[in-house]
């Protein structure tokens, strides 16, 4: 290991540079996934995430990388791997996906590598985390919510399995691979493509080292995490005082109690001591079911509730996360669950049970912190679908990305429409509509948001969007372990919760038949599966929504005009109603002409409103022209 006790000072500028040199080779590595990836999980929704962590295994660069893969789970992997290996070699590689061993969940390949210069010391590790849609599992999905054990849901597990030796590929882990995944060639492509990313991120770190000196490197690592941690210093010690406590609460499946599972989150800010403690142990013993999330995921969706709920320019590397400090339990449904129980649906549902609590319990500590609860996964419109293809008589197995917006509402602005789960905070791609019915046998009808199903607030949650797809000319297996029919996203700081989403099949006949939220279901052909995912909670009371805000979502047909006189108390005019008769005229047209020539009057808020024709918020001839033009229409 190399030793990083030196002293060369480096300025400013020095260290922006450096670090959006590692930050543009974490890139490199993603972009080679993005690019070279076989399966549609990451070569068009972009699931996958590369970081690089320093060789005493603490992360310094993550890109553009989804939060539940990298915060938390990296600083563990790459410790096992030194514990198994204590000898490492240039041109080394592992394969690793244990939960036990600091893997997110068993679904996420990812290969491990140690960068190594000519001399044999290890300076840094490499590390490129890929999604797959099979890993061997006992059903065709990575997401068996309902399996008992490891064994049941019948993964291939690798605690840092080496796979590269001297730069050479160890065949006898890819026959074992390709005998048990159901689709092996497309594992394989996208094996390569993660080997690829590594070696891609080995040939650059090492080409920096020859540039400006290993020393320089590890001088810039040491300062860098000394900057990060203070901004979070500087952050934490902006957010009031105290403790608050907040739950959140999963559906039931089988395996869990009928009341669902609920996680509880207690979060105390020490501004003086500039620390944040995040407490986790009142919540369950691990059950048996597929839900338990591994100690990666749980330490991660922890530090997701924290950074989403403050100074969002933070780092998020080793210094900034030195100032939160978790309590996990050993044994739970959340914190470090115990080999053989499955932590197969680790990243999403109670991760994201996590996160909500967390940030729910940063808002309550005072307004301008936390946020609402970010809607839930995994419906239907992200199945893992999976059948024989009548176009080539080949087997395909597949997750989607139709469409999930599940954004909260913020302290300072609306939610993102496309968060598609909280954990990848918003770094997956919806899948292209047509690009998914070439790949794959099955045709989308439609896709569409849902008027007025936003949690309501200041900064309102996210509407949520109805998704209906089903195979062609042949039947499709479909996997998913929904959540948020009974326990909705709820809002924060009074802000509202979303509506609840539902999972329905389509018959033949067009009867719609309600289905289980953790299903693994047969559609055949001409069936359909229709999936309502949800939106997020909002933030704040609702009543204090700026009026021009309300009057956009109207115009955009986020919401109606009813919910925005019900929930919001503001008038929506039709546009150019401006004497609020409800009929637009000339008479309207001469009121406008006589306010902008004389001025000599103050319109109401919703008089305002319904005369800005442009929606510019200047009332001038444009307006005018465009009243005349829909009156004449």
Known sequence: MVNTDNTKQLDGAQLAILANRFEGISSKMGNTLLRTGRSGVLNRAKDFSCCILTSDHQLLAVAESLPIHVLSGPDIMAASMVDFHPNLKKGDAFLHNSPYHGCSHPADHTIIMPVIDDEGVH???????????????????????TARDVYEEGALIFPAVQVLKNYETIDDIIRMCKMRIRVPEQWYGDFLAMLGSTLIGERELLALGKEVGWDTLHSFTKQWFEYSEKRMIDAVREVPKGTKTAQS???AIPGTPPEGITVTSTVTVDPESAMIEVDLLDNADQMNCGLNVSEACTRTAAYIGVFNSIDHTVPKNAGSLARIKLHLKKGGVVGVPQHPISCSASTTNLADRIVSATQRAMAELGDGFGMGEVGCFCPPSTSVVSGIDPRSNKPYVNQLFLGHTSGAGAPTQDAWLTMLHVGNGGMCFIDSVELDEVYTPIHVHTRKLIPDSEGAGRYRGAPAIEVEFG????????????????NVPQGARGGGASKPSEQLKRKVDSQLVMLDQCSIVWVEDGETLVSVAQGGGGYGDPQTREPERVRHDVLEGIISRERAYEVYGVVINETGDINIDNVLNIVDVVFLVDFILNNNQTLEICQSLAADADCNENLNVVDIILMVEKILI
Do not use: W
């Open 471 to 486: 195979p062609v000319n042949c039947r499709m297996e479909a996997g998913f372990v929904a959540d948020g029919k009974i």
């Open 249 to 251: 609460t999963h559906d």
């Open 123 to 145: 300076h840094f590790t490499l590390l490129a985390k890929a999604h797959q849609a099979d890993i061997g599992n006992s059903i065709p999905t990575t997401y068996h919510g």
